[in-house]
T-cell receptor, first 115, second 115 residues
Framework: KNQVEQSPQSLIILEGKNCTLQ??????????LRWYKQDTGRGPVSLTI?????NTKSNGRYTATLDADTKQSSLHITASQLSDSASYIC??????????????FGKGTHLIIQP | NAGVTQTPKFRILKIGQSMTLQCTQD?????MYWYRQDPGMGLKLIYY???????DKGEVPNGYNVSRSTTEDFPLRLELAAPSQTSVYFC??????????????FGPGTRLTVL
């Protein structure tokens, strides 16, 4: 069964500090991996999408990495801001065409930025 | 563009009542989806549609029905509400099938409580 595991479950850091969130997956066949940011009470918003051939992708202060060999991804946040407080969700696509959306969602990492 | 809109934002139902969650998108996307998000869990696909008149079941369809009469609208129907349907419901849309290398846009969600 396809699975996406995220760590840590929750994280508290001080404003201005950097942090890294982890995502491990067992999804086959692999098509792409995406990171979403979900503010409290809102829907998820896409940060990055990476395919097998993309090792790194940036979106402002967010940098995602992908190691398709070890089936791991990370999301690095630089110089955190209070507005970064949110849940960050890792989603992996198998795009197997076997029906449905081909997406497996992680449970998310709840990040709190303290002033 | 308003993107993906959902109504209502909040709703409390009694066991056995029925209701329709509304979803509309103005991006001319063919693909639309309904997910539920339970506390501490990843999003689960309920139903999806690849175009007007075409719908299919996702991972957790029991207790729900959908229809897609237009490209813009994708309502979700709960016929006999049960406490297990207490959740936050998200509608999403995309230009291509979501597992492909394309962005999926989410609505703000409907928080439903069944008592």
């Amino acid at each position: 069964k396809n699975q996406v595991e995220q760590s840590p479950q929750s994280l508290i850091i001080l404003e201005g500090k950097n942090c890294t969130l982890q995502c491990n997956y067992t999804v086959s066949p692999f098509s792409n991996l995406r990171w979403y940011k979900q503010d409290t009470g809102r829907g998820p918003v896409s940060l990055t999408i990476m395919t097998f051939s993309e090792n790194t992708k940036s979106n402002g202060r967010y940098t995602a990495t992908l190691d398709a060999d070890t089936k791991q991804s990370s999301l690095h946040i630089t110089a955190s801001q209070l507005s970064d407080s949110a849940s960050y969700i890792c989603v992996v696509s198998d795009n197997s065409g076997g029906g449905a959306d081909g997406l497996t969602f992680g449970k998310g990492t709840h990040l709190i930025i303290q002033p | 563009n308003a993107g993906v809109t959902q109504t209502p934002k909040f709703r409390i139902l009694k066991i056995g009542q029925s209701m329709t969650l509304q979803c509309t998108q103005d991006m001319n996307h063919n693909y639309m989806y309904w997910y539920r998000q339970d506390p501490g869990m990843g999003l689960k696909l309920i139903y999806y549609s690849v175009g007007a008149g075409i719908t299919d079941k996702g991972e957790v369809p029991n207790g729900y029905n959908v229809s897609r009469s237009t490209t813009e609208d994708f309502p979700l129907r709960l016929e006999l509400a049960a406490p297990s349907q207490t959740s936050v419901y998200f509608c999403a849309s995309s230009f291509h099938l979501s597992g492909s290398y394309n962005e999926q846009f989410f609505g703000p969600g409907t928080r439903l409580t069944v008592l």
